[in-house]
């Protein structure tokens, strides 16, 4: 399972590192400019972090002047500065595009192995469970359920590789998933190439599989429950294909998609203190951001140590580089031993005449390469 950083500084640096390639420096040629886009990002998403509302992470960054250096905030803004930053920053295109540049912060490439899709609800209000469920009386031992009519929710799309969130959209609960299932994979699919989709059995229709496959190439893995039970094959294609050859394997990994949620709500609690609707939606992806902020931060530093690790064990007089230009140093080296290698195998298989001995040598290099 991933985890996510827990140093409020590197979760600023990483934010802000992400936000100068997402966003201008101001939004207009005659703003301010007391403050730049980035440096408001990073202050919504330290408030994300702390779990706290905007007069708080006011008084946070007021009271720690080391945090606000690591990403050059020279003055602490108003509360009411961050909530109409929120409102700016935080639109569905801004958001998309800090979401994009967040994953490619960890990942170059855009082929994606394995996806899943899913969608969970979050609390809107500060609720003590004794009065979600009430005791009706002491003589019956009986208690009183209580439903919510309407609740945020959130949908997202997640690598099962590494919980980073590929696309995500907001709506409002209790809805129906199947119709939601274009929506969310959309945004992920005009960015990134999906080879296989996993979805639980709330999006299971033959229009959705045929989105997926038919018009994206995506390998669809959806359980067929949707409809009355029955041990006739159904009509459609891709749901016969699924009632007849089932890759249960495969869909075990779909589990993922709900650790994501589960770290979401864990790191950065499961309710909302915005109240409009409007407000809640750019809560939810705020979470979502900080959480490929986390999680992209926590896997390049965990990268970096075991490769300064290994280096400063033969060579001790490493470890005078600054953690920076090490990690400079160590990818020219990846790839310049990776081009090393390629051209290497390359000549010697052209050097070679006879293909028995050109299979031979092949085996042999890369038994003493490996």
Known sequence: MSTTSKSPKAVARAAYAVAKKALPAHSHKFS?????????????????????????????????????KAFG?????????LQKASKRLLRLGLANELLRHSVKAF????????????????????????????????????????HYRRWPKLAVVCDCRNHLVLSAITTRGPSVDIDQFEKTLTPAVNRYTINHILA???????????????????RSTIPPKHGRPTNKPFRGKYRRLMQQRFNRKTYGQRWQ??????????????????????????EML???????????????????????????????QLSVIPPHIFGYLTTAFLFRSLHWLCTHR??????TADPAESTSTWTVMQSNDF
């Open 200 to 218: 639980d059995a709330g999006y299971d229709s033959e229009s959705n599989h045929r989105f997926a496959r038919d018009q994206h190439n995506i």
């Open 32 to 68: 301010p400019k007391r403050f730049t886009q980035p440096q408001l990002f990073v202050c919504l998403v330290l408030k994300v972090f702390h779990k706290t509302d905007y007069r708080g992470i006011v008084a946070i960054l007021a009271d720690s002047p080391d945090l606000c």
């Open 257 to 282: 998609v709900e650790t994501v949620f589960s770290m979401i709500k864990r790191n950065q609690g499961d309710v909302l203190r915005a109240r409009t609707y409007w407000a809640q939606n750019r």
């Open 286 to 316: 705020l979470k979502v951001l900080t959480h490929n902020i986390g999680i992209i931060l926590l896997i390049n530093e965990l990268f970096y140590r075991a490769i300064r690790r290994s280096f400063h064990a033969g060579h001790p």
């Open 107 to 146: 990942r170059r490439s855009k082929k994606v192995a394995l996806a899943a899709v899913d969608s969970t609800g979050l609390e809107a209000r500060h609720i003590s469970r004794y009065f979600v469920r009430r005791r009706r009386s002491q003589q019956l031992q009986t208690y009183e359920n209580t």
């Open 346 to 351: 390359v000549n010697s298989s052209r050097d």
């Open 73 to 81: 905030l020279a003055n602490v803004p108003h509360f009411t500065t």
